[in-house]
């Protein structure tokens, strides 16, 4: 039986990855009390069903602010949950809100929407810290994150850790949810070439030249070797998600493709190993 605590900032799209959960058969309560979490657990698994909760800033403040305790007293009764925490910068946050017109929770308490967003920051970050993986849905469409949210949680290889290798660019950001970053800017760059300069790191010209350049075979072997080494470590750690996040300047030919390189070979030992080019189509 799965058990999922879903939580996130007003807008940034926790009540989509609900309703995705929802719809594969998962019982799903919207902000319920901490306090209630176990005897609700008991009473789903009388069903032989799959458990979602969404947790946000409308819970009892001391519910938030303790939550990594109660979330470890309720893992010590057998009852145990991995934790989503979903969230976007402000400025996609305030976009957001301006286009739908919703009303932001926290502004019947008299602050102005920028404060609001802001203070649900603050509200909700013991449950960031405690969460076992942070979507960052900036730049992603409400049917990325629902696709996103059934493959990380639906993945049926759930003896072994789920890996995701993210591809990105600088010059956009670093992925927030990213565990592990590796920068590949030290590499030959394609794009200074007019004639590789429009394909991609999955194409073959771009894979072609770099796999004719012994400073990227030397990162991937070290890559190889690191990652071999201490995610089986973090696995032991009882950890259920792990964000590879691989950045070049634009997030179109490198970070792709040492992306889809390491993806190919973790793939093998690793059947739930994924890779998403978070800036590809920028």
Avoid at 97 to 115: A, D, I, W, Y
Avoid at 129 to 134: E, G, M, N
Wanted: proline share 5%.
């Amino acid at each position: 039986m799965k058990r999922v605590i879903l939580s996130g900032r007003s807008g940034s799209g926790k009540t989509v990855a609900l309703r995705a959960l929802e719809d594969q058969g998962f019982y799903c309560v919207d902000n319920i009390p901490l306090s209630l979490i176990p005897q609700l657990v008991d009473t789903v698994e009388v069903q032989h069903q799959d458990l979602a909760l969404g947790v946000d800033a409308r819970s009892f403040p001391k519910d938030l602010e303790n939550f990594s305790e109660i979330l470890q007293n309720i893992r010590q009764t057998g009852k145990d949950f991995q934790v989503i925490y979903i969230d976007a910068d402000d400025a996609t946050l305030l976009k957001r809100f301006s286009e739908t017109r919703r009303r932001h929770p926290l502004t019947q308490n008299g602050f102005s929407l920028k404060e609001a967003i802001m203070q649900e920051r603050d509200l909700l970050e013991p449950v960031a810290l405690a969460s076992d993986l942070i979507i960052d849905t900036t730049s992603m469409t409400p049917y990325a994150l629902r696709d996103f949210v059934r493959e990380r949680v639906l993945a049926q290889h759930k003896a072994t850790m789920d890996v995701m290798f993210e591809s990105f660019g600088y010059k956009n950001g670093i992925p927030t949810e990213a565990d592990y970053v590796f920068d590949v800017r030290c590499l030959p760059n394609p794009y200074w070439d007019p004639e590789l300069k429009e394909y991609n790191g999955t194409q073959q010209p771009i894979i072609d030249f770099l796999e004719n350049q012994p400073l990227v075979l030397e990162l991937f072997w070290q890559l190889k070797v690191f990652l071999h080494t201490w995610l089986p470590r973090f696995e032991q750690d009882n950890r259920s998600y792990m964000t590879i996040a691989i950045g070049c300047t634009g997030g179109h030919h490198r970070s792709v493709y040492m992306a889809e390189k390491l993806t190919e070979y973790f793939k093998q030992e690793r059947p739930n190993t994924k890779v998403r080019h978070r800036d590809l189509n920028h």
